[in-house]
DNA sequence: CGATGTACCTTGCAATACTAGGTAATAGTT
DNA sequence: AACTATTACCTAGTATTGCAAGGTACATCG
């Protein structure tokens, strides 16, 4: 069970990662929302509730880094899948540049002494 | 030069990595608020203002996770150098296996497809 | 029909990095 | 001695954003 502290935290951890993670998935495959929040717990252990991602989406939407487009199947409710642009393909280039040297350099930090 | 959006990114990203990173310094010697924001600099690439770095320490003060001392030499300005607390140093160790498995995910993610 | 699950969305709050200011002492230069 | 830059600390206000808590609508199953 986390402390006040660490789950205060963990919440703050997730502000940036969301983002990027959200867009590593999204390279993979187009997601809708709901899968997305399933999808993120299972591969990053992370808990997000609706109404972070709802948001979140809608943002890098106008951000002109995803697209999205209603799906509607002959059973089930519609979805509305995501998919990056060409544009948030760019942008998740430069952000995996600056997670790796992120990650070398907290890892050397973790090593000292 | 980044964008509007990356920048706002990498800013999202320090929020909840700088605790974490200033725990894992100060893990390693007390330091005082203005050497940090140059330690982190250096070690993290992460360019930190004094009106983020002062305000941070002194949450983390009254959450009881580092500890500060005056420390006056007969030259120069006075230093307030702050260090883990016995609290601080356990609540660290939860931090570091959380950043682990989440950086494990991270590259597994990155290496689909 | 009633309950549960899927799937989408919005409003308002709380937390926090940063901008833009401030103070005060020291060190270096003219 | 006077001026400037640097070191070192701090605070008030703003903008951003995850989440809790609410909502809607359809599907599925007993």
New interface residues.
Partial sequence: M??Y??SR?????????L???IM??L??KPCYGYELIADINR????EIAEGTIYPLLNRLKK?N?LKSEWIEKEVGIPRKYYQLTPEGIE?LK???N??E???E??T???N??
Same sequence: chains 1, 2.
Avoid: C, H, R
């Avoid at 935290?9 to 990662?17: C, D, P, V």
């Avoid at 591969?43 to 992370?46: C, F, S, V």
């Fill in positions: 986390d402390t502290f660490i935290w963990k919440s703050q951890i997730k502000k940036g990662l983002e990027y993670i590593l998935i390279k993979t591969l990053a252990g992370m951000e880094l942008q430069v952000m995996q600056y997670m040297s992120l990650n350099s907290i050397q930090l973790m000292i002494k």
